[in-house]
């Protein structure tokens, strides 16, 4: 060998050449492009696999709620579902609240009828015993006014009865001292008797307008009392006397119309349909029904009215 292959050798040795340069740059682009599109497979391949387990995560809760949606139909059907039987007994609830107010409605409506029932049946009771006295005062009144006319009657006829003896001679074994004084004594008990019977006209009815007279007077004396009636009674406990209304513990003064009786002051200290009680302040108690109120035979004074006034 020679020198000059010799250097030639030893440079080619130790100074690699641009084609060489070339070769390792182009191996080492095409290194990292290789690289590259590595990664962007694999990038690919994790987007596929991600998109791949969506869609699969997705089918499984799609189908975990078409079978929980068809569990919890069957369930409805069934009558075991849980929220079903909540609102059930919710509505069950409610309709036994509902079935409790309307019984107790109609409990408050059956009470109100009794009472008014008690009520009007105690008021028809009571008219007919105010009718029934009414009825009785006026026949008593009538056949005191007949004895009172025939003992009228009778006294007019003994009137006349004796004057005709004294004019007739009443005693035929008396013998007058003289004519003439016989005649003056005779003329002098006459004109007694004129004096006690004094002239007067009667009048006769009929048996029917007499019975119609009655009835009519009747009639207007039981709707004189039935208006009284109406305006004296209890309600709500409280004594509606004519257009006062007294209540228990108001002060009052209970009098007597014919003054038999002395007048009573006091609190009421119960009232009832059928009367009221008055206490008294030394404890005693007066009682006056509401017929004897409605009668008349009592009267009732507020003393706070009177106090008042």
Known sequence: MTSVEVSTAASKGTAPSEMDLDDKAGHAGADSLDLEEKRRLECFADMEKIEKEFQDLKEKFYREKIEQINKELEGIQSGSHEKLLLKLKEAEQKKEEKIWAAEQWRQYQLTNIEHMFVSDKQQAEEELQMEKEIIKERMIQALQDRQRKLEDDK???????????????????????????????????????????????????????????????????????????????????????????????????????????????????????????????????????????????????????????
């Open 155 to 309: 006294f007019t006829m003994s009137l006349h009865d004796g004057g005709t003896d004294i004019r007739g001679a009443a005693n035929p074994s008396r013998n007058l001292r003289s004519t003439k004084k016989g005649k003056e004594n005779a003329a002098l008990l006459n004109h007694r008797a004129k004096k006690l019977n004094p002239s007067h006209i009667n009048y006769t009815l009929k048996e029917t307008e007499i019975g119609e007279d009655l009835a009519l007077i009747q009639k207007a004396l039981i709707s004189r009392d039935r208006a009284k009636a109406n305006e004296i009674f209890v309600e709500r406990s409280q004594l509606h006397y004519y257009e006062k209304i007294f209540e228990k513990g108001t002060s009052v003064t209970v009098e007597s119309v014919d003054g038999k009786e002395p007048a009573v002051s006091g609190l009421i200290a119960l009232i009832t349909p059928q009367e009221i009680q008055v206490k008294a302040a030394d404890g005693n108690k007066a009682r006056v029904t509401i017929q004897q109120l409605r009668i008349g035979r009592y009267n009732l004074k507020s003393n706070i009215t009177a106090m008042t006034s």
